[in-house]
């Protein structure tokens, strides 16, 4: 068996195992091997870059605590981004969500060889987004974005999966509604507006 056969999941267990022991180096795999999904799904909660770091510090910081208490009910990126989604949502109420340059989102600082017609692209669905609320944006975001099923979106923001459904239902129509206006400021986005 190779590295390629191992299932992330058990290793991920694995990692929270040591972390209840106390052993630093498992935090530092598990906070390496999470911190771009965490940062790219806070980015669809909040703009601010130090909001998104503080957040995912206090992620890991209850993931230290709690990872003794872990049981597996779940797979542990599950577990993690639901600690992220009630921090990032805690985080909004303390400091509230002061928009910032789209230039300094963490996500965008590494893509910057990216061409110009994907961050056209990009920026057009970002204002989109920007018309949803924070529930719908994480679910979009959750669904989409990370490819978590509508099961794992309702465990990790403590809901139904009905309630999931239909946050992402009403995502979806107010894109459709939002976005072809939006596109309307762009000739080359107009063209890719079906």
């Known amino acids: 068996m190779n590295d390629d056969d191992i299932n992330p999941d058990v290793t991920d267990r694995m990692l929270l195992q040591r972390m209840s022991t106390g052993d630093r180096t498992a935090l530092s795999v598990l906070y390496r091997g999470y911190h771009g999904r965490l940062c790219r799904f806070l980015s669809r909660l909040t703009r601010r870059p130090d909001i998104i770091e503080e957040v995912i510090n206090d992620c890991f910081w209850i993931a230290w605590q709690k990872a003794g208490t872990f049981h597996g009910d779940s797979r542990v990126s599950t577990w993690l981004m639901g600690i992220a989604y009630r921090c990032g949502l805690k985080a909004l ?25 994907d961050r056209e692209l990009r920026d ?4 989109g987004l920007d018309h949803l609320s924070v529930d719908q944006r994480a679910v979009i975001e959750l669904v989409y974005g990370v490819g978590h099923t509508l099961d794992d979106v ?41």
């Open 93 to 117: 109420r303390q400091h509230g969500d002061e928009p910032v340059e789209d230039d300094n989102l963490p996500e965008q600082r590494t893509a910057a060889h990216d061409l110009d017609e």
């Open 124 to 127: 057009w669905l970002s204002k």
């Open 154 to 194: 309702a465990v990790i923001m403590q809901c139904p999966v009905g309630t999931v459904k239909a946050r992402l239902f009403h995502a979806r129509v107010k894109l459709r509604n939002v976005l072809p206006a939006l596109a309307g400021d762009s000739p080359k986005l107009k063209e890719n507006v079906p």
